[in-house]
T-cell receptor
Framework: DQQVKQNSPSLSVQEGRISILNCDYT??????FLWYKKYPAEGPTFLIS?????DKNEDGRFTVFLNKSAKHLSLHIVPSQPGDSAVYFC???????????FGKGTTLSVSS | DAGVIQSPRHEVTEMGQEVTLRCKPI?????LFWYRQTMMRGLELLIY????????DSGMPEDRFSAKMPNASFSTLKIQPSEPRDSAVYFC???????????FGSGTRLTVV
């Protein structure tokens, strides 16, 4: 059973608009959440993270929002650029664990 | 630093053959992880090591899979015998700290025919 769920396999957005990628989780013990970005033929690379004690973290064009009561987080990219086209993975860390649990990923396509 | 190095980049093998995937983590990283990426399951954790010791192998799908880390700079993931359903991209990642700061390798794309 997937503990981290990304229910949208793909998302298409026009350049300059906002991209919103969503992630749901089931384990209330998760204390740290991350987003990774993956280009074809490369490994995932870290993008942005958020601790469970916060509800928002911003880094340039990227903002992650956390709603603990809904067990939901989202990644906002504003403005979206063609270079943002990639697979985005949501990941979570268990308080008792070390390893990250990843979702299935969402493929973002930004058209110019 | 050269990052996490995986070899080979691509592997095509026949069903029943033994396959060995290799990983060199970043120097100084105490944690090493093996993940597998498939369309159906996304990125799933297979096994991880801390200071060369396997900590959690509950994600290893079957006894056909085994992993070793004989020293801090090398790890292998072996599949014997391989089956077509093992076809996937296998990633190795390492980290210095617990639970974040992962650096992934470029992956090995395995095709079993």
């Amino acid at each position: 059973d997937q503990q981290v769920k990304q229910n949208s396999p793909s998302l298409s957005v026009q350049e300059g608009r906002i991209s919103i990628l969503n992630c749901d989780y089931t384990n209330s013990m998760f204390d740290y959440f991350l987003w990774y970005k993956k280009y074809p033929a490369e490994g995932p690379t870290f993008l942005i993270s958020i601790s469970s004690i916060k509800d928002k973290n911003e880094d340039g064009r990227f903002t992650v929002f956390l709603n603990k009561s809904a067990k939901h987080l989202s990644l906002h990219i504003v403005p979206s650029q063609p270079g943002d086209s990639a697979v985005y993975f949501c990941a979570a860390r268990d308080q008792a664990g070390t390893a990250l649990i990843f979702g299935k990923g969402t493929t973002l396509s930004v058209s110019s | 630093d050269a990052g996490v190095i995986q070899s080979p980049r691509h592997e095509v093998t026949e069903m029943g053959q033994e396959v060995t995937l290799r990983c060199k983590p970043i120097s100084g990283h105490d944690y090493l992880f093996w993940y597998r990426q498939t369309m159906m399951r996304g990125l799933e954790l297979l096994i991880y090591f801390n200071n060369n010791v396997p900590i959690d192998d509950s994600g290893m799908p079957e006894d056909r899979f085994s992993a070793k880390m004989p020293n801090a700079s090398f790890s292998t993931l072996k599949i014997q015998p391989s089956e077509p359903r093992d076809s996937a991209v296998y990633f190795c990642a390492s980290s210095r700290l617990r639970g974040y700061g992962y650096t992934f390798g470029s992956g090995t794309r395995l095709t079993v025919v």
